[in-house]
């Protein structure tokens, strides 16, 4: 069995949130457990990400593109009137902020600049929300690139309004009607699809999982967060680092770009999980979309469905670097339920005039439950990563209250 | 290095000295605990001339499948099947004659670990073992472990497989090499794909172990095609929609008999 250490000790591991081991190994999770078919492509996509990584060239147009396209930096919020009705001084990092509303966007452009680079034409993307597949065809569009979008029947119905904004933009959706119609699935059937495509298109995974280089690779590209975020914090706190840094997680990106700019720091690392889909939490090691992590799976080894408010927190899984930041003690994994996150979208939206995505609500939840229970102590900083903004989720909400 | 031929293990004995009869190997699929009395194919499959019976033990993601393998995992995990009950099933039968060869996704095997795994498979009286999802640089934890328990793994090659990892991957699998015949998932195509020829002549140019061509091979006549280039194919999905419509062990016994007409024809014209 794993030993997991005590997240209350937070002594930073020396090269935590690095470069991957060999194989792309996060502990004993990652890999590249991918058909032999997808192998050479994914190689080819570690080679090419390396190489554009060390060049100034690639590293300069990406900033550029993420401050004249996305609007990057993002700021920092304090909460003013939530902090003081908390007792802790909390502070947002506004990715609700960027074009397209979410953090979705820095990966987006990271990965699509690569694919131009590696002279592909078309970006192939799963979505769960619909955040990650706007943000996909706004890229696509931005660079002259063909974009296809695969997406759960069920998330479609979901969320209506983003399947009009891809399509807008010049996408082709493609609904899936596999399993449990959400991003699980869609997840499978982008994978499915890029298996008889590898020679033109780049699969520009969203999240923190996936065979390698792609854990590794979207944190890089969403550790823009973590490194304003970091600067910030160091402008505006008197202590420098906050006491506690906190973010969402599904598959587990922007927790993960957040989490990448304090790494090294005393900060103790919080992931927020839906309780439906505690992969982290709850999950049990083993293999899905090209990677060794934890994942919620039934007595006889069958991933389960995932059930979340929040679609973009409807994964079983988690990114095999948490699951490795739990293991090591460096970030702890706690769950929020559908009406804590539903209660807390609303209570930002009064006290601080932002209304989050549900996804992001569940970082705030935790935030209000910790700060009640003690878990966060009167006067501790706490920054949260606000990874995106609820315009989504009006419908969903409109029915819950 | 050792003798490949004294090296290898019963699936590969098997198919060796059949190949070596001048025989074109058949590799029928079935998923496991597909339906009532499921095992009834294996049967019919031994009776109509099949060299080696796979077995898919049905996983909820089936990520390298296409809609009729999705289709018939959804419909056996619906009924209940499970890697437990589908061993016990087999573990009931009489020999058939010809190995059986159980495939799944590495999650299934990583379950209980391949170790506990592998032993499961062996008393189940499963000989060979393919998981789509596990390449050569990530199967040393269960190449090892799967040869103690006296299962042979068999490494799949693609046609974007490099020459220096071919070499691997035909040096490291067991029982035969997994041919997939197009950049693509499993699923019957109209014809033999270009690339299937290609990619059996690189392996069998860097190795002498069997290779059977699977992915996209639905008829006699590219059964009979890819013979020409392979020593065997490995027909699936084409079997599984036949499942999915109804049809039963007896229609799949003639279905089967065709395919290895076929392939007993071409052995004939090219000998």
Redesign the interface.
Same mark, same amino acid.
């Given at each position: 069995m794993r030993t997991v250490s005590p997240w209350w000790e937070p002594a930073p591991p020396d090269g935590t949130m690095g470069e991957p081991r060999a194989?792309g190994r996060f502990g004993d999770y990652g890999?590249?457990?991918?058909?032999?078919?997808l192998?050479?492509?994914c190689r080819e996509v570690d080679q090419a990400f390396r190489e554009a990584w060390a060049d100034p060239g690639f590293r300069g147009a990406l900033a550029r593109l993420l401050a004249v396209h996305a609007g990057r930096p993002t700021p920092l919020t304090p909460a003013g009137r939530l902090s003081e009705a908390l007792g802790v001084r909390l502070y947002l990092k506004r990715e609700d902020l960027t074009h397209t509303g979410s953090h979705k966007i820095n990966n987006v452009l990271g990965q699509a600049l690569l694919a131009t680079r590696m002279g592909r034409r078309r970006l192939i993307a799963e979505t769960g929300a619909g955040q990650h597949g706007v943000a996909t065809a706004t890229a696509a569009a931005l660079l002259g690139l063909d974009a296809t979008v695969f997406m759960g029947e069920r998330d479609i119905e979901r969320q209506a309004l983003n399947v009009f904004r891809m399509r807008m933009l010049g996408a082709e959706v493609v609904p899936v009607t /596999? @399993?449990s119609r959400t991003l699980?699935?869609a997840t499978?059937e982008a994978?499915?699809h890029w298996?008889?495509a /590898? @020679?033109d298109s780049h699969y520009c995974i969203g999240s923190v999982v996936g065979p390698d280089p792609y854990p590794w690779m979207v944190r890089e590209f969403q550790r823009v967060i973590g490194d304003e975020a970091r600067a910030q914090c160091a402008a505006e706190l008197r202590t420098g680092v906050p006491d506690h840094v906190v973010a969402c997680v599904g598959g587990g990106s922007n927790a993960a770009g957040t989490f990448a700019g304090f790494a090294d720091t005393t900060a103790r690392l919080v992931g927020v999980e839906a309780e439906g889909g505690a992969g982290a939490s709850r999950g049990r090691?083993?293999?899905?979309?090209?990677c060794?992590s934890l994942?919620l799976?039934d007595d006889?080894?069958?991933?389960?469905e995932a059930h979340s408010i929040a679609a973009g927190l409807d994964y079983p899984g988690v990114g095999p670097e948490h699951a490795h930041l739990r293991d090591l003690g460096r970030a702890r994994y706690v769950t929020v339920s559908d009406d804590e996150a539903a209660a807390a979208a609303v209570r930002l939206a009064r006290t601080e005039g932002i209304v989050p995505a549900l996804e992001s609500a569940h970082a705030l939840a935790w935030v209000i439950r910790a700060a009640a229970g003690g878990d966060l102590p009167a006067g501790s900083t706490v920054l949260m990563t606000l990874s995106g903004r609820g315009d989504k989720d009006v419908s969903t909400l409109k029915e819950l209250l | 290095m050792t003798n490949p031929t004294l090296a290898a293990g019963e699936v590969e004995r098997h198919l060796r000295a059949r190949r070596d009869g001048g025989r074109g190997l058949l590799m029928p699929y079935v998923t496991g605990g597909i339906a009532p009395g499921w095992t009834d194919y294996l049967s019919a499959f031994a009776d109509a001339g099949a060299d080696a019976i796979e077995v898919g033990l049905p996983?909820?993601?089936?990520?390298?499948?296409?809609?009729t393998i999705?289709r018939a995992s959804?419909a056996a995990?619906a009924r209940g099947a499970?890697?437990?009950r589908i061993l016990a099933d087999l573990a009931g039968l009489p020999d058939l004659g010809v190995p059986l060869v159980a495939s799944t996704?590495?999650?299934?095997v990583?379950?209980?670990g391949p170790e506990a795994f592998c032993a499961a498979l062996r008393r189940a009286g499963v000989a060979g073992l393919i998981v789509?999802?596990?390449?050569?640089?990530?199967a040393g934890e269960l190449m090892d472990v799967a040869a103690a328990a006296g299962v042979e793994p068999a490494?799949?090659?693609?046609?974007?497989?490099?020459p220096t990892?071919l070499a691997e991957?035909a040096a490291r699998s067991r029982g035969f090499v997994y041919a997939?015949s197009l950049?693509?998932?499993t699923g019957e195509r109209d014809g033999l794909a270009a690339s299937a020829a290609e990619l059996a002549g690189r392996i069998r140019r860097v190795s002498d172990r069997p290779v059977l061509l699977g992915f996209g091979i639905s008829t006699p006549d590219q059964a009979r095609r890819a013979r020409r280039h392979a020593d065997g194919v490995v027909v699936g999905a084409a079997v599984m929609r036949r499942v999915l419509d109804g049809a039963g062990p007896d229609d799949l016994r003639a279905f089967i008999a065709t395919l290895r007409q076929a392939l007993d024809q071409e052995c004939d014209r090219s000998g």
């Open positions: 194989r890999g590249r457990y991918a058909p032999e078919s192998v050479e492509a /596999t @399993g699980k699935d499978s994978m499915r298996v008889g /590898t @020679g090691l083993g293999v899905l979309h090209g060794r994942f799976q006889d080894g069958q991933i389960t | 996983f909820s993601d089936p990520t390298l499948d296409g809609v999705q959804a995990l499970s890697t437990r996704y590495y999650n299934l990583l379950h209980d789509p999802d596990l390449p050569v640089h990530e490494l799949l090659a693609s046609p974007t497989t490099p990892r991957i997939v950049m693509g998932t």
